[in-house]
Structure formats: structure tokens, C-alpha cells
């Protein structure tokens, strides 16, 4: 028990290293960590905001656990990330007990290494977006629905591991959506059909299982749809099965895309897998594990093979199971007698996985320059009670949360284009988001005429951070002659202030409120 109780400490502290040394990437962590600072501020705890109206593209789980790591570790980077490194060691802690069970410490150890040294599993744990954590539910769930399987064909009762499994499917759904429960039953099942036992399926529709799980995955949805009529089709309808099914999307991708993804990410492990190839693997008697882990691979790079957009994080659900064929692979040539071939190799694909999995940090974190934390946290440190921050022609993911503003910021763009709603971007979700509270978007959603009457109208002394690109100083007459206070990159931050000056310069001696 206490080597075990090390092992798990030693995977907790490898799979947190590195997690707090680079800036929040755009723009998946600024969005999703953006959006659970928004909510922790504004306590609209049931509700995701960006912006500071409803963003229903995603159900809630993330944002609460980041809320609450927020709550505790205050607001950084390390803050953000914790939900999914909490979630990838869960994944592996799952992994190596049910290994551990229906095999032996030593494979559960090899799989559980493997695992959290791929670096595909080991970068998604140190993302903070919903990949790790949906991941996580799913395998769990899945682990537990086999073990209640298993259990039932021993003769043992299956129960506790059902609802176990009741409840991480509910969770999973509140961490993606439909998927958090169908891709594990679609597992589970398959795996049934392939041995032909049936009466397996009477396992797996438990009516107590179901009940709990209802109780966990429904009360969110039916709240917001009762606060907002329009959110099933669009949560369910629009982000769910049209975005799977239809074209139009951002990441177009061919069918096969995933295969060379899963290799390449998961180098050097993947070049053992090439005793998956041999038949002698697959007959071996082994309780259909193997088997299992083989509908579970084949089912998740099958499913998110249909849509033609295609993101890499979609595939991380099947790493646990690529994992453990892997250490199958690796402990069938330690027990094939050819032991000196295994001394040599599998410590240096461990060395080698990890090296890597720190290469790739370092890539990230040399990337991360193009997401200018400095200006935002340099924002921060100067405004004033009543500050207006303002984005032209862009929405900085990152601005508010490192200048922790306590309001959403004015987005200045071209709101009544007829292509924003056709195109899948940043534009999009906040034009999304105004259909669900058009009192909030009429406030913070500005073209250029009404950010000039806003100006113009300000009583003097009002402040407004402007967020904007080089160009802008010449195009906007509000920013004539004057010179960022900040910049970095190709973002420019002009400080503003209401009067005399602003007066003459942009409104034509439009008189400004306040002034006489």
C-alpha cells in the first residue's frame, strides 16, 4: 500500500510539473479559463459567461472545478490547469486499479508509466480546456462499467461498480454533452456483442444506475432551459449534432487524420505497437481484456473520424486504452524470455517519452509569446474603479482574467455583418452568446459609430483602455497622435480619457456630458 501510495504521489507531482511556467495559449485556455473567472466574479455560478452574457457551448463541470481552484490557488496559471492534471491522474489511478485487479501490479505499473509518459496524454493534462477532463470521465467510466461486467460473471455483485459508473457518465455529460455517455456505452456494449453474452446488457440497464445517473446529468439542462427557452436546440441540436454532422467548421480534416496523429503524439511508445500486429497477441486467453481495450481504441478514433472538422484533443479518451495494449506488448516480451531486450528498451523509451513530454512544454511555452499576459497584467496593475476596457476588431481571451476587471469590456466590431453567423470564430460566440441576453450584447457589443458616440457622450474624466493592433492609430480619430501606453508584439493599448482634448479631437465639439 505505501509503494502504491508513492507511485500515485510521483504521477500527482509529474503530471503537475511544468503546469504553472507558461502564459494562459490562445484561445482555447484563455476562453475556457476566461469564462470560469467571469463566473467566479460575477457569482453566476449556474450560468457560463463570456463577456459577461450566456455561453452555452460547453455544460458547466470545467468552469466549477476551475472556479474552485481559483477559489483556492488564486488567479494563475497553475489555477487554471489543475482541473485537468486533477483529471489525468485520475484517469491513471483508474487505470492502474483496474489493471492491478484483473492482471498484476507489475502490467498495472507499466500501463499506468506508459500512460502519463505519452506525450500526447502528458501535454493534455497541462492544458486548461475540457479535453483532459472529458477524457477522464470517459475512461473512468468505462473502467468501471467493465469491472461491473466482470464482476457480474464471476458471480459478484456488480452494483457498487455500476453506480460508480452512473455517476461518472452523468459527470462526463456535464463535461462535453452527449458524449459523456454514449461513447461509453457504445464501448461497453460493443464489447458485449463481441463475446456474445446478452445478458450482460441487463447489467448495464439497471435501473438504479440510470436513475442516478438522471439525477446527475439532467438538473443543469433543465435549469438553463427554463431560463432560456432557446437553449435545448441550441446546446443539443446546434452544438451537438449539427456541428458533428455538418460542414462549415473550423480543423477540416480526411478520415484518417487520427492515425498519424496517435502515432506521432505518442512516440516513442507507439513502435511497440507493432506487437499489436501479431496474431499469437490476440489469441492468447486473457478475460477479453485485450479485446475491450481494442473496441474502446477503435471506437473513439472511429466516431470522431465522421465529422470533417477535427481537433487533436478529441482523441484523448483513447489513450488509457492504447496504453494499456501497449504494456501488454511490453510485459509479453518481458515474459517471452527475451528479458535483455526488454532491459534495454523499455527504460529508454521511458527516458525518451519523457524527454519528449518536456520538449513539448517547451514548445508550448516559446509559443506563448503571441498571447501578451504582460499587457493585460500591466492593464491591471493601473486600472481605476470604473475603467472601461475596449477590444477593437478582436476579443483578447486573456485581457480580462490578468487584469482580473471586474466588468465585461466593450468589442468593437461589425456586429451586423451577415457572415458572422457562418463563420465558426471568435465573432460567432459572442454573437451567439447576445441572442441569449440582447440587453448585456446592446452593451458590449459596439460598432464603431456608437463607440464614438459612447466617447464623445462620457463625462470627463472617464478612463477607457483601448485594446487594438498597430494599425488602428490610424483609423481611428480618437487615437490620432497619441501613443500606446503599452505595447507588445503587434498589440497596441492606448489609455483614453474623457474631455476637452477627446472633444476637439473625435466628436467636432460634441459636447460631452459633464462639461459645460
Given at each position: 500500500?505505501?509503494?502504491?501510495?508513492?507511485?500515485?504521489?510521483?504521477?500527482?507531482?509529474?503530471?503537475?510539473?511544468l503546469?504553472?511556467?507558461?502564459p494562459?495559449?490562445?484561445?482555447?485556455?484563455?476562453?475556457?479559463?476566461?469564462?470560469a473567472?467571469e463566473?467566479l466574479?460575477s457569482?453566476?455560478?449556474?450560468?457560463p459567461?463570456?463577456?459577461?452574457?450566456?455561453?452555452?457551448?460547453?455544460?458547466?463541470l470545467?468552469?466549477?472545478?476551475a472556479?474552485?481552484?481559483?477559489?483556492?490557488f488564486?488567479?494563475?496559471e497553475f489555477?487554471?490547469?489543475?482541473?485537468?492534471?486533477?483529471?489525468?491522474?485520475?484517469?491513471?489511478?483508474?487505470?492502474?486499479?483496474?489493471?492491478?485487479?484483473?492482471?498484476?501490479?507489475?502490467?498495472?505499473?507499466?500501463?499506468?508509466l506508459i500512460?502519463?509518459?505519452?506525450?500526447f496524454?502528458?501535454?493534455?493534462a497541462?492544458?486548461?480546456?475540457?479535453?483532459?477532463?472529458?477524457?477522464?470521465?470517459?475512461s473512468?467510466c468505462?473502467?468501471?462499467?467493465?469491472?461491473?461486467l466482470?464482476?457480474?460473471?464471476?458471480?459478484?455483485?456488480?452494483?457498487?461498480?455500476?453506480?460508480?459508473c452512473?455517476?461518472?457518465?452523468?459527470?462526463a455529460?456535464?463535461?462535453?454533452?452527449?458524449?459523456?455517455?454514449?461513447l461509453?456505452?457504445?464501448?461497453?456494449?460493443?464489447?458485449v456483442?463481441?463475446?456474445r453474452?446478452?445478458?450482460?446488457?441487463?447489467?448495464?440497464?439497471?435501473?438504479?444506475?440510470?436513475?442516478?445517473?438522471?439525477?446527475?446529468?439532467?438538473?443543469w439542462?433543465?435549469?438553463?432551459q427554463?431560463?432560456?427557452?432557446?437553449?435545448?436546440?441550441?446546446f443539443?441540436?446546434?452544438?451537438?449534432?449539427e456541428?458533428?454532422?455538418?460542414g462549415?467548421?473550423?480543423?477540416v480534416?480526411?478520415?484518417w487524420?487520427?492515425l498519424?496523429?496517435?502515432?506521432a503524439?505518442?512516440?516513442p511508445?507507439?513502435a511497440?505497437?507493432?506487437?499489436?500486429?501479431?496474431?499469437?497477441?490476440?489469441?492468447?486467453?486473457?478475460?477479453?481484456l485485450?479485446?475491450?481495450?481494442?473496441?474502446?481504441?477503435a471506437?473513439?478514433?472511429?466516431?470522431?473520424?465522421i465529422?470533417?472538422?477535427?481537433?487533436?484533443?478529441?482523441?484523448?479518451p483513447?489513450l488509457?486504452?492504447?496504453?494499456?495494449?501497449?504494456?501488454?506488448?511490453?510485459?509479453s516480451?518481458?515474459?517471452?524470455?527475451?528479458?535483455?531486450?526488454?532491459?534495454r528498451?523499455?527504460?529508454?523509451?521511458?527516458?525518451?517519452?519523457a524527454?519528449l513530454?518536456?520538449?513539448?512544454?517547451?514548445?508550448?511555452a516559446?509559443?506563448?509569446?503571441?498571447?501578451?499576459?504582460?499587457?493585460?497584467?500591466?492593464i491591471?496593475?493601473?486600472?481605476?474603479?470604473?475603467?472601461?476596457?475596449v477590444?477593437?476588431?478582436?476579443?483578447?481571451?486573456?485581457l480580462?482574467?490578468?487584469?482580473?476587471?471586474?466588468a465585461p469590456?466593450?468589442?468593437?466590431?461589425?456586429?451586423?455583418?451577415p457572415q458572422?453567423?457562418?463563420?465558426?470564430?471568435?465573432?460567432?460566440e459572442?454573437?451567439?452568446?447576445?441572442?441569449?441576453d440582447?440587453?448585456?450584447?446592446?452593451?458590449v457589443?459596439?460598432s464603431?459609430?456608437?463607440?464614438?458616440?459612447?466617447?464623445?457622450?462620457?463625462?470627463?474624466?472617464e478612463?477607457?483602455?483601448?485594446?487594438?493592433?498597430?494599425?488602428?492609430?490610424?483609423?481611428?480619430?480618437?487615437l490620432?497622435n497619441?501613443?500606446?501606453?503599452?505595447?507588445?508584439?503587434?498589440?497596441?493599448v492606448?489609455?483614453?480619457?474623457?474631455?476637452?482634448?477627446?472633444?476637439?479631437?473625435?466628436c467636432?465639439?460634441?459636447?460631452?456630458?459633464g462639461?459645460?
Open positions: 500500500m505505501k509503494k502504491t501510495s508513492l507511485f500515485f504521489a510521483a504521477i500527482a507531482a509529474w503530471l503537475a510539473m503546469s504553472w511556467v507558461r494562459l495559449m490562445l484561445p482555447d485556455e484563455g476562453r475556457y479559463a476566461g469564462v473567472w463566473m466574479r457569482h453566476s455560478h449556474a450560468v459567461l463570456l463577456n459577461g452574457m450566456p455561453y452555452f457551448h460547453k455544460p458547466p470545467f468552469y466549477w472545478l472556479e474552485a481552484s481559483f477559489s483556492v488564486g488567479l494563475n489555477a487554471a490547469r489543475l482541473p485537468s492534471v486533477l483529471a489525468a491522474w485520475l484517469a491513471a489511478a483508474g487505470l492502474y486499479l483496474f489493471v492491478r485487479r484483473r492482471r498484476d501490479a507489475g502490467t498495472a505499473a507499466v500501463a499506468t500512460l502519463v509518459t505519452l506525450p496524454f502528458y501535454g493534455a497541462q492544458f486548461a480546456n475540457l479535453d483532459m477532463l472529458v477524457a477522464s470521465l470517459i473512468l468505462i473502467l468501471a462499467g467493465a469491472e461491473a466482470l464482476r457480474a460473471r464471476e458471480d459478484a455483485s456488480p452494483r457498487g461498480m455500476m453506480l460508480a452512473a455517476v461518472l457518465a452523468g459527470l455529460v456535464l463535461a462535453k454533452g452527449l458524449i459523456g455517455v454514449a461509453p456505452a457504445a464501448v461497453l456494449v460493443l464489447w456483442a463481441s463475446a453474452r446478452w445478458k450482460d446488457l441487463l447489467v448495464l440497464l439497471w435501473p438504479p444506475a440510470i436513475g442516478v445517473f438522471l439525477a446527475v446529468a439532467v438538473p439542462f433543465w435549469l438553463m427554463l431560463r432560456y427557452p432557446e437553449f435545448f436546440h441550441y443539443f441540436i446546434y452544438q451537438q449534432f456541428r458533428f454532422s455538418a462549415g467548421f473550423n480543423n480534416q480526411p478520415a487524420f487520427y498519424p496523429v496517435l502515432a503524439l505518442a512516440l511508445w507507439s511497440w505497437a507493432a506487437g499489436l500486429f501479431d496474431k499469437r497477441f490476440w489469441s492468447t486467453p486473457d478475460g477479453g485485450r479485446r475491450l481495450m481494442l473496441v474502446w481504441l471506437v473513439i478514433l472511429a466516431f470522431f473520424s465529422p470533417s472538422s477535427k481537433l487533436i484533443g478529441y482523441i484523448v483513447a488509457p486504452a492504447f496504453a494499456f495494449l501497449l504494456a501488454e506488448v511490453v510485459m516480451v518481458r515474459r517471452g524470455g527475451r528479458g535483455l531486450r526488454w532491459r528498451l523499455f527504460p529508454l523509451s521511458v527516458i525518451g517519452a524527454t513530454c518536456g520538449a513539448a512544454m517547451a514548445a508550448a516559446a509559443y506563448s509569446h503571441q498571447a501578451p499576459k504582460s499587457l493585460a497584467t500591466d491591471g496593475t493601473r486600472l481605476r474603479p470604473g475603467d472601461t476596457l477590444a477593437l476588431h478582436e476579443y483578447p481571451f486573456q480580462q482574467l490578468y487584469s482580473r476587471s471586474p469590456m466593450w468589442v468593437v466590431d461589425d456586429w451586423l455583418d458572422i453567423p457562418l463563420r465558426d470564430n471568435w465573432r460567432k459572442l454573437y451567439d452568446a447576445s441572442h441569449f440582447p440587453v448585456q450584447g446592446q452593451q457589443l459596439l464603431d459609430r456608437l463607440l464614438r458616440e459612447r466617447l464623445c457622450a462620457a463625462p470627463a474624466g478612463r477607457y483602455w483601448i485594446w487594438g493592433g498597430a494599425d488602428d492609430a490610424a483609423r481611428k480619430p480618437f490620432a497619441r501613443q500606446p501606453v503599452l505595447s507588445e508584439d503587434r498589440s497596441r492606448w489609455l483614453v480619457e474623457a474631455g476637452d482634448g477627446l472633444m476637439r479631437q473625435a467636432g465639439e460634441t459636447p460631452i456630458a462639461l459645460q
